[in-house]
């Protein structure tokens, strides 16, 4: 019984190469082809300096690099300090479109803020993020 199972798991390694090229892999990833429907000039921005009390305008631009066009489903800001807003159309390919955070600087200090954006291409959210420094 035991030559029976020696000789059996023998034969299931003698055959594991051969069964490994039964699936080709493509070398364009579907991670890779999501990345590149859409190139963000900048996904992270640092606003520097800003006043107390005077809201600040980022704007995130981007270009759909994709062969159909893409709708920004969702935008959403991770605090209630920040309001968002952006191209509402369909961004059609080559073409270019933006997300806007407006950041309420009302307390004074250091500051990191994220908007994660979900578009018709990807349901999972691409973050972006800005930070600066509110000084009084």
Do not use: H
């Not at 023998?10 to 493509?26: D, K, R, S, W």
């Not at 082809?33 to 981007?62: T, Y």
């Not at 004074?108 to 578009?119: P, Q």
Request: charged content about 20%.
């Amino acid at each position: 019984m035991k030559k029976l199972k020696i000789s059996a798991l023998l034969a299931v390694m003698a055959f594991a190469p051969f069964y490994a090229n039964v699936f080709p892999v493509e070398s364009n990833s579907v991670v890779k082809m999501i990345a590149d429907a859409i190139k963000w000039k900048s996904e992270s921005i640092d606003v520097g300096n800003i006043p107390q009390g005077k809201p600040k305008l980022i704007r995130f631009e981007f270009t759909n690099t994709s062969s159909k066009p893409i709708v920004i489903e969702n935008v959403a800001p991770s605090c209630g300090c920040t309001t968002a807003d952006y191209t509402k159309t369909p961004i059609l390919p080559g073409k270019k479109g933006f997300v806007e955070a407006s950041y309420n600087a009302a307390a004074a200090g250091a500051f990191m803020k994220t908007v994660n954006v979900t578009t018709s291409d990807s349901k999972a959210p691409k973050t972006l993020s800005f930070k600066g420094v509110v000084v009084s």
